[in-house]
């Protein structure tokens, strides 16, 4: 009889701390899921819901990549299309200086030749803008700027090479000086470039999803929308090298005779070549306007998309704040019991039982 009620006991107090352990430990896991709110801490406690989670997860983080691609490249537009509007001011400035060859007097001209100088080394330092450690004007080699030195590009063999050229109308006529320059501006050694983007460099361009991707920044030394007009007699194709060749041309003119003939055909071929590249300028200027547009598109529609993934993410793992609290309140009145009942069989003896 007593071994029969001693085994009895041993279970019925087994089965009252298992009972008291797991609801315990449901207390447990809703009060952390109250603290954090998350249905667990790992995928493992989701259950069913583990792989979706886990999967809306890796969307979410591809998600925020594009985004802050799109901020990237919004940013660098941006920059890029201040820093050409600035340079399209300077160029249509001394272009309209140029107007009028025929009647220009010395002090004009000497003062357009004084600006030409100025705004070439200006020019070359907005070439130079960077983004944080990035050249946008520099294309995939974007560690390194596209103008070498702007400071002493005055002094350069490309400079040089020009103020030389423009020596030669001394003895030599407008149009073989111009093809001269036009020789001087191409690729190569006298470039006022740098080395790597003259290499056939390629622009960047940043990934905006679904197979999209879109240009960022520019080439210095290349034109991307517009096609320069006058190539080969006055443009060299590159709205930025003729920018360069027109302004050093200039500089280089500034005492000469404006009663020589060929003096004033090659001023009226250098307010062509600059009015043509402030044309093919504008044409850039709309085009990264466009691409603008198409980064703010994308930005917009990533928004969205990480607007709904986070909502579903939210119902695969999120805890509900009320659905939370009522099961809380009934599993620490379940825990409670479970004491109560613990308390109870422990205050029970053999003589109890045989009572």
Known sequence: MSTVTSTTDVGTMSFALYNMRQAQQTVDNLTAETASGYLSSNYAGLGTSASAALNLTGEL???ATLQANTQSASTIQQVTQTALGQIQTLVSGIS???LGVSTLSPAALSTASASANAALTQIAGLLDTKVGDTY???GQDSANPP????STLSSSAFVTAIQNAVAGLSTSSASAVQAQLLTVAAPGATSPFSPTLEASNQPSSVDLGDGTSVQVGMLADQNTNAVSAGTGTTSTGSYMRDIFMGLSALGALGNADLGDAQVQSLLSGLHTTLSNADDALNVDIGGLGVRQDTV????TELQGVSTALTAQLGNAQDA????VATELSTAQTQLQA???IVSAL???TLVTYLV
């Open 296 to 299: 703010t598109s994308a930005a």
């Open 346 to 348: 422990h205050t029970l």
């Open 96 to 98: 309209a200086q140029l």
């Open 136 to 138: 946008i004007f520099a």
């Open 320 to 323: 509900d704040p009320t659905t």
């Open 147 to 150: 103008v070498p030195d702007p």
């Open 338 to 340: 479970s004491y109560s």
């Open 61 to 63: 983080a591809t998600n």
